[in-house]
């Protein structure tokens, strides 16, 4: 009975040992901390000597690849790179960045000096983005990319055809200056002993004595009897640089011009754009040498203090945020515009105007600009502007738009003066029938401003109409920056009409007879 038993026992543990799992999977029991799987349960039972009713096909190990190794080895190396950057991090936070660290003591104040200067670059972050999480990212954007442009790649096969900046030989008649200096300038119209009128014209930013009115035609100027005396600025073209220099010293300049190419007389003042910055300057300083003022997109400081806030708000929104930080620079870090704008203006090669000077444009503009005969004028005025090569004259101008100009726009607003209230005044009154005199600028002032213009917003005459209520405005629906001013027949007479009436052509030139008395009179026989 006992032998059975035991028969029994012996027969029936194999099979329980067999029915184990044998798929694949592992069996685990709890509390148990050993996990058995099939491959090892049948390599034991065939130890033992068993035979399993259930066939076990242990697939053999797949042998590990290169790539594998590769993978789990970069792996490997990263998360050892990532925790050394965090012991590094924590390294610099605990020792370098206390208050008690020598770091901090020594560059702390001029750090936040200069985050003190730079801050107003958050405005330009979206409003999510945390400043100190953002700026470093552009910034190591920006040196990656200034990288990738420095690289000179020999395959030019992609390279997009470009048109290169040539130098042309000289053609621009030079006066001297009292203090030295020489300035360029070129004439269009009638000659000075035949004009009816003068008009002298600056250029603006980029631009040289080439531009003048653009496009404008030799018989209209005739007709009106006009001599068109179109300059360079200081450091532009083939004038000399002027260091220093301020809208004092322009309107100066404008009065010397005048006076040798025989303008003696009153002249009239013509600006487009940024160069009426300069005509402002002559109507401050210079009045009683100005006839009068054409300005078309008339220009005004961003900065000027006068501007309500709607007037600015609507001037800065028509802008893009790179001009914008163009002009923060300009106050803010003037200096830093020489490296931007070398980078762009002295490349060697030719860019779009709304590239290289940041703005947007109007319909009308944009279908202006695509013109072959605007991009052959603007290739021509870009290298005789950049002619000299020196990235100077360039920043004092732009950093001059954005300055203290010396003078406000109401300086020129037409004003009654009377003397003042008292006894003294009241017993010069006895002698004088003058109580009162008019200042300002008396004579007229013509602005033209389109209403699609994204350059000079609409809004910056708006202020200028606030400020200065004797001035004209000519607004014109549906033009934009270029459009009224460049390559435009119809609206140069327009122009012409408004600033002296009915055509006249030019003068008649005296001619002077010498009458010749008979000899037989003079020496009677």
């Known amino acids: 009975m006992a032998t059975g038993a035991r028969s029994s026992a012996a027969h029936s543990w194999p099979e329980d040992l067999a029915s184990f799992p044998d798929d694949g999977e592992a069996a685990r029991y709890v509390n148990d901390p050993f996990e058995v799987s099939a491959g090892s349960v049948g ?19 797949r042998p590990e690849s290169f790539v594998d190794q590769a993978k789990e080895f970069l792996g490997a190396w990263g998360e050892m790179l990532w925790e050394l950057g965090k012991g590094f991090r924590d390294i610099v936070q605990q020792s370098l960045i206390t208050e008690d660290s020598f770091v901090v003591q020594k560059l702390g104040k001029p750090c936040a000096k200069v985050t003190g200067r730079l801050k107003f670059l958050n405005e330009y972050l979206p409003e999510d983005r945390d400043p100190a999480l953002a700026w470093p990212v552009i910034l190591f954007v920006f040196m990656l990319a200034l990288a ?3 690289v000179n790649t020999t395959n030019d096969s992609f390279t997009p055809d470009v048109k290169k900046v040539q130098k042309h030989p000289s053609s ?4 001297q200056l009292p203090d030295g200096r020489h300035i360029a300038y070129g004439e269009q119209g009638v000659p ?20 003048g009115i653009p496009g404008i035609k030799a018989s209209l100027l005739e007709e009106f009897g006009v001599r068109l005396v179109t300059y360079d600025l200081p450091g532009f073209g083939e004038s000399d640089p002027h260091p220093g220099r301020d809208l004092n010293s322009s309107a100066l300049d404008m009065s010397y011009l005048a006076n040798a190419v025989d303008a003696t007389d009153k002249f009239w003042v013509l600006c487009f754009s940024s160069a009426c910055m300069h005509a402002w300057a002559a109507l401050r300083y210079i009045p ?24 600015s708000s609507r001037t800065w929104a028509k802008w893009v945020r790179r001009r ?7 106050r803010r870090f003037p200096k830093l515009l020489s490296i931007l704008f070398r980078r762009k203006f ?3 090669v030719h860019g779009s105007i709304s590239d290289w000077l940041s703005f947007s444009m109007a319909k009308k503009d944009e279908a202006l600009i695509q013109q072959p005969q605007f991009e052959e004028f603007w290739h021509r005025n870009v290298e005789e502007s950049i002619r000299q090569g020196d990235i100077s004259p360039f920043t004092e101008e732009f950093v001059l738009q954005v300055s203290k100009w ?15 209230k008292g006894i003294l005044p009241w017993l010069k009154s006895m002698y004088s029938q003058e109580d009162c005199e008019l200042t300002g600028f008396l004579s007229p002032i013509h602005l033209w401003q389109g209403m699609d213009d994204e350059v000079v917003p609409p809004s910056m005459a708006d202020c200028i109409s606030r400020l200065l209520p004797q001035a004209t405005i000519h607004r014109l629906p549906d033009e934009g920056h270029f459009s009224f001013f460049f390559f435009c027949d119809e609206c140069h007479r327009q122009l012409l009409s408004t600033l002296f009436g009915v055509p006249q052509g030019p003068l008649d030139k005296k001619v002077e007879v010498d009458i010749v008395e008979d000899p037989s009179i003079v020496n009677p026989p």
Do not use: W
């Open 192 to 211: 000075a002993d035949r004009a009816r009128f003068t008009i002298v014209t600056p250029h603006p930013f980029l631009f040289s004595r080439l531009a």
């Open 172 to 175: 621009a008649i030079r006066v």
């Open 288 to 311: 009683d040498r100005v006839a009068g003022a054409a300005m078309v997109a008339p220009m005004i400081n961003p900065y000027e203090p006068r501007m309500t806030k709607d007037e």
């Open 406 to 420: 010396g003078f406000s726009l109401t300086d020129l607003q037409v004003q009654r003066k009377c003397q003042p």
């Open 148 to 150: 990738a442009l420095s």
């Open 346 to 348: 002295f490349s060697g």
């Open 43 to 61: 390599r034991r039972k065939a130890a033992a000597g068993f035979a399993s009713p259930v066939a076990v096909d242990d697939e053999p190990a």
């Open 324 to 330: 914008k930080l163009t002009y923060g620079l300009a």
